[in-house]
Nanobody, 121 residues
Framework: QVQLVESGGGLVQPGGSLRLSCAAS????????MGWYRQVPGKQRELVAR???????IYADSVKGRFTISRDNAKNTVYLQMISLNAEDTAVYFC???????????????WGQGTQVTVSS
């Protein structure tokens, strides 16, 4: 079992910055990829950014150049640095981890509980 704990959300003014963190805990697994998704009421959850175990990244077009995803493998933690935030970035942000169980080699995915990001003046 893997637990994901997110932090760093909050209220920020347009043009401001926030840094989200997501720490994975548990044992008996290897993390393959971690990512950030976001969701607003009435809409599907969408990918924001994802980082693989080799450090390769992908970003949604809407956040390219403004958001940066990074990870600390030693801490099993992924970060999302967000700058130049605007109202359209307002959403609940969820962390996701794709892992492989060390014993069975089966793949699993886990979600965090979500953290609210509100961009408003």
């Amino acid at each position: 079992q893997v637990q994901l704990v997110e932090s760093g959300g909050g209220l920020v003014q347009p043009g401001g910055s926030l840094r989200l963190s997501c720490a994975a805990s548990g044992s008996g697994f290897s993390i393959n990829a971690m990512g950030w998704y976001r969701q607003v009421p009435g809409k599907q959850r969408e990918l924001v950014a994802r980082i693989s175990s080799d450090g390769s990244t992908i970003y949604a077009d809407s956040v390219k150049g403004r958001f940066t995803i990074s990870r600390d493998n030693a801490k099993n933690t992924v970060y999302l640095q967000m700058i130049s935030l605007n109202a359209e970035d307002t959403a609940v942000y969820f962390c996701k981890a794709i892992v492989t169980a060390d014993d069975s080699k089966r793949g699993y995915q886990y979600w965090g509980q979500g953290t609210q990001v509100t961009v408003s003046s």
